[in-house]
């Protein structure tokens, strides 16, 4: 006897607890996030033209690289974004513990949470729309609807190909014929991890170039080239194919899924590493602190790693993205990889205030924090967070332009992290209500950066 | 003797250096109250997540009505009811929203009928996120137990109910037992075990230290067994 509940059941509770969910959290709070997304991003508007789009003050004629390389890049991020939602959802998703010890259909629950995932991409698809939006106005719409197109195509394609790839993850992480390899990239994982860690790899690679050439075909398609529509449909149709092939996997490998990551996380627990269980990604530079200031950066980069761990793990997209921009001969190069760095100290800054605003109060009490050492601990955390992405995208231009470009790209994102760290602890001291100055304070910082760099002729 | 419903054979389980359920063999037959106790850490939970398919055995198979969990999960949890130490529940669906969804995913059960269960009353129309641990487990409990598997894993699932909802829960599983069901309820109360089941299997160290009918011990004897069972099983681990 297996599950007889059509789709339509596994549709219709997902939608009831995503309606209680948001009715839980308050229409005010609600409102104010989306009323904050939309702030941001109207507030990123004017800064996209000079820091992405620069080539539209050139001649008509030299658009098409620059084109295809926004909408490219785009792409990949969007690609790279819906895979993480992927992992978010189809393999780690909130209702797994409660459905693994019934006899679910994989591939309803597999399809609901992916059309979950989808609708959550929708907002960032228009962001991306909007912020591209110059292009609408000095090309015309045509290019600009193609880029969106291929944008959208990408996460369509990120979210599919992503959840392909993880499921399959999971016979991967289950075939003793793949245990040396993954021995042999795991490091200090559990070897299920390393197939999960490296999963979405192959996945972005491959999407990855399909959405360059669907950026290309949709420059080509915007000057006449009726071949570049196969280009701008390729993503879709590959999303098309590869949702095709999800159910059967689901059913393969879904319920193996949950037995895979409890082995994960049993090994996590400390059964067989306790030393390595307990440690936290960058703990180690407290080593050169002084006892103050390295207990308070040791408590963040916990708190980081143990309870936002998603956020510390994303700066490796503003890495992907410092890189994208960076890898450039334009004059701006060097100083947009160090804005896209900065972005993701400001990201990850906010961490001291989620801290803040998660940690009881009586902490206050218990373990005062002086002003002058929880500054130097913010900032410490912060900029050793944010050197990941500066380092990688001055590595790029280091490559790309030379060394000395590299070190504008280091110090634009060096000397953010540090103000955002600054940032983050003042705020931090309003505990809940420090999110909303802090997140003014970053778009200030990264528009004036931007106008005044930019505007100084780079 | 019918044919066993539960089948462990030579189930082991290693978290690197460290064994957590050490060459377990189990037949359970149906119809059949079976305690499982052993002291904290003795392997009870990892022996039952293996059997429910949430975790997968490093040596060894587990068959549910003759059915691998572990190569084919789905078709073992139709023939399976269970409990988890820690219930995972919709947080957002109330407890009858939850059970009418488990009932249409399992293809039978009352709903009412496992609400009466539950004890819940009007509380069943308030969403899961809002009870209390006590209830959450009763709501658990009548889930695994919805569409009448051949199988309940519990564990630790009467632990903490108040005494109503303990007595009431007995005795819907002895029910359930005696109309065919077969029942592993792990526990580390002896009474509770005392008290309901028909088998006790005794777990130290991961490995079976003792398997015996309940009748064939007197008033008491069980605590009393268990700790010789432990003393042995720990003097042997030391000499070796």
Redesign the interface.
Known sequence: MNATAPLSRYRAVYRTVRRREAAAQGLAARGLRALLFVAVTVALLPLVQPVFLAFLDEAPSTWADGLAGAWGRAGLLLLAVAGLSAHGTVLRGPARAALSLHPVDPAAVTRVELEAAARGLVPLVAATAVLALPIARTAGIVPWALGVAVVAGAAALGLVAGALALLGAIAVAEDPRWAPLLDGVRGNNPRPQAALIYALAPSTLIGGWLVMAAADGAVALGQGRLAGAVWVALPWIAAAIGLGGVPSLARRTWFPASAVLAEVRARYDAVEHPEEARRVYLDWTVRWLPDGVGRLALLLFRYGWRARRAVVSALWLAALGAVAAGWTDADGGPLRAGLVAAIGAWWVGSLAVFQARDEPQFLGVWLPRPPALALAATAWCVVAWALGPALVGAAAVAVRVGPGAAVITLGVAVGHAAVAGGAASVCARWRGRGLAPYVAGAVLAGAGTAAALLGGGA | MSAPVVQIAGVSKT????T?VDGVDLSLEPGTFVGLIGHNGAGKSTLL?ML?????PTTGTIRIAGVDV?AD???A???LG?V?EHP??????SAR?HLT??R????GGDVDAALDLTGLGDDADR?I?EYSQGMRRKTALA??MLGTPKVLVLDEAINGLDPPSAARMKQALRARVDAGTTVLLSTHVVETVEAVADRVVMLAHGRVVADVPRGSLGAGALEQLFLERLEAEQQARRSS
């Open positions: 978290f690197g250096r460290v957590a997540s429910v398919g949430l975790l997968r572990h999960t789905r078709s949890l139709a023939h269970a988890p995972a529940l919709f947080e957002y669906l929203e969804f488990v249409d995913v399992r293809g969403p996120r889930a695994a």
